[in-house]
Each structure stands twice: as C-alpha cells, then as structure tokens.
C-alpha cells in the first residue's frame, strides 16, 4: 500500500508518499516562518494556500517517477489513499489543506482518510521503534500530554493545565525579542547557562507551566543573564515532562516509552527521558527529527494504518475539526493489547519485587515512580532516591520539600478524619520516612464502586481542613485487609503519597485534586464512568458543590491553545 499524506495545521506545509511494502517515506515540507512575533492565524493561512498545492505536486511526482505514471502495474493512481491532518490545529489552515486533500483523492479515485494529529506525532513513534504497546509522550508546540492505549482508545493519562509545551518556550523568546520558532534558540543559549530556581508545577500526572514562564520573564527582567535562564527553562520544563512520564510508566506497568512533536528535537529532553528510562529498564525511542516536527510523513504512515484497517471517510463526512482531541478517535487500526494493564494485587507498585500475592510484603522492596518502599514486618522505610536525569539542585529541592510535605499532610489528613499511616520517623537529609505497613492492596488492583465513593468522601474531607492531596491516585489509596475492616465499619481506605500535596483554601485546586484521581481511573479501568460517578456522589455527600462545579471547567481547560 501507498499513501500520499497531507499536513497544514499551523505551520508546516507538508506532503509525503509512504510506502509500506518498502517503508519509505519521502516528505516535502514548506515552513511559514513569522517576520515578527508567533503565528498569526491568517498569514499561515495564506501561507498554506500558496505552498500546499506545490509540496503536494512534488509529492506527487516523486510517486510518479518511482511507482511510474499510473502505478507499479500501469493501469491504477500512484497511490492507493489520501490522508489528510482533520485537526487539531487552527480552523483557516485545515480548511485549506482538507479541500486540497479531498479534491485530490477525487481526481486520482481512490479513497479519503481523516488523520487525528495528534495521534500521527505518537504512532509514528511506535511505528519506528516496533514497539507494541508503549506510554506515548507528545510534547509539541500547542499540546503535551501523557497517552497511552487501552479498551480501543488512546486515553489521556495526564496533560497540561494551560498552554503547550512549545509555545510555553516561544512565549519566552518572544518576551526576549527573538524570532519565532524559540525552541530552539532556547537550546542554543541554554548551553552557557547555570542553575537559577524556577516554579516546578505537576499534579499527578497533569502539569503546568504558566507559573515558570511568568517567574522566568521576570527573571530576565531583573537582570538574570539570558542563558541561565533558558538552561533553567529546560532543567524545569523537560524535568517536569520526564517526571510525569515515569509516573505514566509506573501507572500502567509499561516498560515501552516513544517521544513525539516539535520539542522532541530538544537533546537536553531525550537525554532526561533516555536516561530515566534507562533508570528504571524500560525502552525509549524518539523518531528522527524529520518526524518529530510537524510533517505530512507521520500523516501519511498512520493514514496507512487506518486506509489497510477500512478506515477511510466519505467526502461528505470529512469535516475538520480545530479541537480534535486524541481521545476521541475509536482506533481501528490496532488489536486489543493495551497499555494500561490493572496492577496485580502484590501491592501494586512496579513489580512489587519479592512481595508474595497478598501483597503482605514482608522484607521486600517495592517501588513507585518516585521512591523505593522498603517493607518492614509492621514498617515501611520510603526513600526518595535522587533522579539521575534531574539538574543535582532541583532534585534536592524537590527530594527534601516532598519529604517534609508529606510527613506533615499524613498527620494532617488523619485529624481531618482521613485514615492514613502512622509516621514513625523523619529523615530530611536523607528524604527518607518510616511509617507504618497499611492495607493489603493498593486501590487499583481492587476498585469497585463503593470504595470509590470512599475515596471521594475523603477527598471532600481533606479539602474542607485546606488539604490538596496534590497525587490522588488508585495506587496512592491502600485498601484495609480483613483485621481493619473488623476494627472500623467502613472497611478502611488509607490514603498514602501526600508527597505532592500542599495547603490551599482555593476550590480550583480542589477541583484539579479530583481531576487527578478521575484521570487514575479513566487511564486504567475498564467502566469508568461509574467509578468516577460513584467518586463525585461520594465527595458531594460531604464536601462543597463548588468543587464539582469548578471540575466541570477543569476538564475543557486550556488543551489547544
Ligand atoms: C496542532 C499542531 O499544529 C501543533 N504543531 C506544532 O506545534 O508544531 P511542532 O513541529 O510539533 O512543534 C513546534 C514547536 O517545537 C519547538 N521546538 C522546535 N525545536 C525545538 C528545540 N530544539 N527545543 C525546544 N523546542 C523546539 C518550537 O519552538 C515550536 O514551539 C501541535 O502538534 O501541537
Ligand atoms: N504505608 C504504606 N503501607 C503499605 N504500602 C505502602 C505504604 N506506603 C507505600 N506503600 C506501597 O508502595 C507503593 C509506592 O509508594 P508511594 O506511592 O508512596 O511511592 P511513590 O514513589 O511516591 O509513588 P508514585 O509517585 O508512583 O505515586 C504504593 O503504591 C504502595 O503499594
Ligand atoms: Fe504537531
């Protein structure tokens, strides 16, 4: 099968021919590149009028000339399917490059196929490393998010709060005075540049970055040289990224991670990702650059996938979408296998090395994406081990601030009557606690309805005493065993991990709590829209509706821009 592809949906005008019998792909791309400021809508608009046409001719050409004029066997189209970017991306650019693909597929007669973009930045990875069912990483200009597959969808594990990742940076350059993309010019400077500290903002597996770009505006407004600053930029920005990827790794039990989108041409962001990965024994790939950035190649791979599984569109139903999320696309183009596999009940964490099947881990090591958890008859010793892949000041802030937060939120919690391990002992050097052994599994490997009510009741109540648990997760709740049921009627839920939590009077960061914790469970369970149901009835029995309310706009917040 042959697939010529099409790509515009900002400012890349893009063309390819894939070829997958030999897997080759040629691309002819034509940027849009701003005289002065970022991307204006309708001169990338223009710009795809003008160069769409051409790079589609060339494309068309190189068909002609290596599959000869009417195909290998001289009677049929050069091409077997036209795949075209449906979105997202901004309105006037799709517009242009979906006439062109429609008109085109009509001519050569052969059918039409609508690209999610979003999902060609990720499937070109795997496609390239071979992998089977990787945690897929897109960090590109107008998005970042965490996905991996499960039950037929690509569901989103974690993503950011406000803007992509990419147009975090060039806002910066902006500020700066340099040209459009920034990127890059960020990598450059970074290089003669030192540590100075920056927010760092992530929430489970969500994150922002609205706060680092305003601290390092105003750190270059006071003077701080401009290299320290993008060195900082990075170190934050990519550890954040990487921080959150090995969470989503951990989650799902993967050990597969493919980097995708514009950013990902950064090698200050691979090396952390690789190393990370090598850290923990997974698998990373990040495709060579010419499929990392916006291009019709990546366009045209995925459109094959989808053209050989039957997945083509009528003309008539082919209609772009500017906010086309990744989630929304039902996948046809892959078999069951999914990446999200439900922890086993040992404990839950990775591998949960030498716990046996109940998860009564006695003398063994388990291991969430942050710490090591050292079990001790009635005891657990957690360590926050530094992280390679992390500039030596952050991870020492990070380790020691995490450590003191949660031995002050365990204490907290329990007197706001949310049932949490007993802490025995604090070592802030060391970003070790000992605390006591709770439950005998974690939440994931045992969810059901009630016990997710429960958990909502106990966010509602920590939220009412100003506590955000900051990581509330299915695999940061243990469920009591037999001997704690029997000692409290409710059969206990124990909330663990406050690592990330903080005190806050704010319904928004109430509302993100909850955010969290439905994410956990739509990135694994199978029905999860009666677990997250079950969730909210729970949290509105106790807390304050508002929340609720403000979670409804958490959800839509801020995805494209
Ligand atoms: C919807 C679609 O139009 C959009 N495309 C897009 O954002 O172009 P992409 O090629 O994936 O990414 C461009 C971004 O990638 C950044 N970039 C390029 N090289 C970089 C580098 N070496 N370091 C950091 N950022 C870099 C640029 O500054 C720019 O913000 C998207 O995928 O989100
Ligand atoms: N007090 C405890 N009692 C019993 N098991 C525990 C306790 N604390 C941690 N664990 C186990 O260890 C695992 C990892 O612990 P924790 O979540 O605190 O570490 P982490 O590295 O911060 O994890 P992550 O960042 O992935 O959420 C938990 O999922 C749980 O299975
Ligand atoms: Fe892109």
Same mark, same amino acid.
């Given at each position: 099968?042959?697939?010529?592809?099409?790509? /515009?949906?900002?400012?890349?005008?893009?063309?390819?021919?894939?070829?997958?019998?030999?897997?080759?792909?040629?691309?002819?791309?034509?940027?849009?590149?701003?005289?002065?400021? #970022?991307?204006?809508?309708?001169?990338?608009?223009?710009?795809?009028? $003008?160069?769409?046409?051409?790079?589609?001719?060339?494309?068309?050409?190189?068909?002609?000339?290596?599959?000869?004029?009417?195909?290998?066997?001289?009677?049929?189209?050069?091409?077997?399917?036209?795949?075209?970017?449906?979105?997202?991306?901004?309105?006037?650019?799709?517009?242009?490059?979906?006439?062109?693909?429609?008109?085109?597929?009509?001519?050569?007669?052969?059918?039409?196929?609508?690209? %999610?973009?979003?999902?060609?930045?990720?499937?070109?990875?795997?496609?390239?490393?071979?992998?089977?069912?990787?945690?897929?990483?897109?960090?590109?200009?107008?998005?970042?998010?965490?996905?991996?597959?499960?039950?037929?969808?690509?569901?989103?594990?974690? @993503?950011?709060?406000?803007?992509?990742? #990419?147009?975090?940076?060039?806002?910066?350059?902006?500020?700066? /005075?340099?040209?459009?993309?920034?990127?890059?010019?960020?990598?450059?400077?970074?290089?003669?540049?030192?540590?100075?500290?920056?927010?760092?903002?992530?929430?489970?597996?969500?994150?922002?970055?609205?706060?680092?770009?305003?601290?390092?505006?105003? =750190?270059?407004?006071?003077?701080?040289?401009?290299?320290?600053?993008?060195?900082?930029?990075?170190?934050?920005?990519? =550890?954040?990224?990487?921080?959150?990827? !090995?969470?989503?790794?951990?989650?799902?039990?993967?050990?597969?991670?493919?980097?995708?989108?514009?950013?990902?041409?950064?090698?200050?962001?691979?090396?952390?990702? @690789?190393?990370?990965?090598?850290?923990?024994?997974?698998?990373?790939?990040?495709?060579?650059?010419?499929?990392?950035?916006?291009?019709?190649?990546?366009?045209?791979?995925? #459109? +094959?996938?989808?053209?050989?599984? #039957?997945?083509?569109?009528?003309? @008539?139903?082919?209609?772009?979408?500017?906010?086309?999320?990744?989630?929304?696309?039902?996948?046809?183009?892959?078999?069951?296998?999914?990446? =999200?596999?439900?922890?086993?009940?040992?404990?839950?964490?990775?591998?949960?090395?030498?716990?046996? !099947?109940?998860?009564? +881990?006695?003398?063994?090591?388990?291991?969430?994406?942050?710490?090591?958890?050292?079990?001790?008859?009635? !005891?657990?010793?957690?360590?926050?081990?530094?992280?390679?892949?992390?500039?030596?000041?952050?991870?020492?802030?990070?380790?020691?601030?995490?450590?003191?937060? !949660?031995?002050?939120?365990?204490?907290?919690?329990?007197? +706001?009557?949310?049932?949490?391990?007993?802490?025995?002992?604090? $070592?802030?050097?060391?970003?070790?606690?000992?605390?006591?052994?709770?439950?005998?599994?974690?939440? +994931?490997?045992?969810?059901?309805?009630?016990?997710?009510?429960?958990?909502?009741?106990?966010?509602?109540?920590?939220? $009412?005493?100003?506590?955000?648990?900051?990581?509330?997760?299915?695999? %940061?709740?243990?469920?009591?065993?037999?001997?704690?049921?029997?000692?409290?009627?409710? /059969?206990?839920?124990?909330?663990?991990?406050?690592?990330?939590?903080?005190?806050?009077?704010?319904?928004?960061?109430?509302?993100?709590?909850?955010?969290?914790?439905?994410?956990?469970?739509?990135?694994? =369970?199978?029905?999860?829209?009666?677990?997250?149901?079950?969730?909210?009835?729970?949290?509105?029995?106790?807390? $304050?509706?508002?929340?609720?309310?403000?979670?409804?706009?958490?959800?839509?917040?801020?995805?494209?821009?």
């Amino acid at each position: 099968m042959r697939v010529l592809g099409v790509e /515009g949906t900002a400012w890349c005008a893009s063309a390819a021919v894939f070829d997958a019998e030999a897997d080759s792909v040629c691309i002819e791309s034509d940027p849009y590149e701003p005289d002065s400021g #970022g991307i204006h809508p309708r001169e990338a608009a223009e710009h795809m009028g $003008d160069s769409i046409p051409r790079v589609i001719e060339a494309a068309l050409e190189h068909a002609r000339e290596e599959y000869g004029e009417d195909g290998n066997d001289g009677d049929g189209p050069p091409v077997d399917a036209v795949a075209f970017s449906r979105g997202p991306g901004l309105g006037p650019c799709l517009r242009i490059v979906a006439t062109a693909a429609r008109a085109l597929a009509r001519t050569l007669g052969v059918p039409l196929v609508g690209v %999610n973009h979003m999902l060609a930045h990720l499937e070109i990875g795997r496609h390239r490393a071979g992998f089977d069912s990787p945690v897929c990483l897109n960090a590109s200009g107008a998005n970042a998010h965490l996905l991996g597959f499960h039950d037929g969808r690509y569901r989103v594990l974690g @993503e950011t709060m406000d803007t992509g990742v #990419g147009n975090a940076l060039d806002k910066f350059t902006r500020h700066v /005075g340099w040209s459009h993309p920034g990127g890059p010019k960020i990598e450059q400077h970074a290089r003669d540049g030192e540590f100075v500290d920056l927010p760092y903002v992530v929430k489970g597996m969500d994150f922002s970055f609205s706060g680092i770009m305003s601290a390092a505006k105003a =750190a270059y407004d006071d003077g701080v040289p401009v290299e320290d600053v993008c060195f900082s930029l990075q170190e934050h920005v990519f =550890a954040m990224l990487t921080e959150v990827a !090995e969470r989503a790794l951990s989650l799902t039990g993967t050990d597969e991670l493919v980097l995708g989108g514009g950013v990902a041409q950064n090698a200050r962001l691979r090396e952390m990702l @690789e190393s990370m990965c090598a850290e923990r024994g997974a698998d990373f790939h990040a495709p060579e650059p010419r499929f990392l950035r916006d291009n019709a190649g990546m366009i045209a791979v995925l #459109g +094959a996938k989808m053209a050989a599984a #039957g997945d083509t569109v009528a003309v @008539e139903d082919s209609a772009i979408d500017p906010d086309f999320r990744p989630d929304q696309v039902p996948v046809t183009w892959r078999s069951g296998e999914s990446v =999200a596999r439900v922890p086993s009940a040992a404990g839950g964490s990775d591998e949960g090395r030498g716990s046996d !099947e109940d998860g009564d +881990a006695g003398g063994a090591d388990l291991r969430g994406a942050e710490a090591t958890v050292e079990v001790r008859g009635a !005891e657990v010793v957690k360590r926050r081990l530094p992280k390679g892949y992390r500039h030596p000041e952050l991870d020492a802030t990070l380790r020691r601030d995490r450590t003191v937060a !949660e031995a002050r939120l365990l204490a907290a919690a329990r007197e +706001a009557g949310v049932p949490t391990p007993l802490v025995h002992d604090v $070592d802030v050097p060391g970003a070790t606690l000992a605390m006591q052994f709770v439950g005998e599994c974690d939440l +994931a490997a045992a969810l059901t309805p009630d016990r997710a009510r429960t958990v909502g009741e106990h966010l509602a109540r920590l939220h $009412d005493a100003g506590i955000v648990h900051g990581d509330p997760t299915t695999r %940061n709740v243990r469920v009591g065993g037999e001997d704690e049921r029997r000692a409290r009627a409710d /059969g206990r839920l124990f909330c663990i991990d406050f690592g990330l939590g903080f005190s806050s009077d704010h319904v928004e960061d109430y509302a993100m709590d909850l955010h969290v914790f439905e994410q956990s469970i739509e990135g694994t =369970a199978s029905d999860p829209e009666s677990l997250v149901a079950a969730v909210e009835d729970g949290y509105r029995a106790v807390g $304050d509706p508002a929340v609720l309310e403000r979670l409804r706009g958490v959800e839509g917040r801020g995805r494209y821009q």
